[in-house]
C-alpha cells in the first residue's frame, strides 16, 4: 500500500514539474490568431458552461421579460454596447472582431428564450480570456435585465427589417434613445 501511495504522489508531481515546464518554456502560443487545439477547446468549453450554471441558478427572474418598456430598454442598450461584436438581424460585427479568439457569438442566431439566468449572470460578470466585459461595475440590475430580455425574449425572433425599424424608431442619430409609445403594439 505504502508503494502505491508513493507511486502516485511521484507520478502526481512528476507530471506538475512537466506542466511547470511547458508553461515556463514558453511554448504555448497564446495569440489570438492561433485556435486553440480540441482538447483546450472541451475544458475551456465545459469549464464555462458549469461555471455559468452554478453562479446562476438562483438568480431570480424577473416576470416582466416580455414587457414592451422592458424589450425596447433592452434594445436600445444592446444596439449601443453589444451589436458591434455581436451582430444583429442585417447588422454585422464590427471590424473588431475579426482579430477576437475566441469569436463573439452572433445571438440573433441562437436564441435562448430560458437561458435569462445564464444571460443575465454573463452581462453582469463578464467572462475571463474572451471579450466580454462584465457590465456589473457600470450598469445596474434593471439595465442588465433589460438586455438580458432583449437578447432572449426578442432579438432570435428579429428580422433585419423589424431590427432596423426598431434602430429608426427608438435611437436618434447622435445615439439619444426615444421614449416608447406604449400604445403600441411591439
Known sequence: MKRIFITIVVTFLVLIAGFYLYISSGSYNI???SPHNSLTKAIIRTTKHNSINKRAKDIQVPENLKDSAMLVEGFQHYNEMCVMCHAAPGEEAGEMT???????????????????QQFFWVIKNGIKMTSMPAFGPTHDDQKIWAITAFVTQKLGEMTP???HKWAKK??????D????DLDEDH
Open 31 to 33: 495569440s489570438q490568431l
Open 98 to 116: 475579426e482579430g477576437l479568439y475566441p469569436e463573439p457569438p452572433k445571438l440573433y442566431k441562437h436564441p435562448e428564450p430560458d437561458a435569462a
Open 161 to 163: 427589417e423589424e431590427y
Open 170 to 175: 427608438y435611437i436618434h442619430e447622435n445615439g
Open 177 to 180: 434613445h426615444d421614449e416608447m
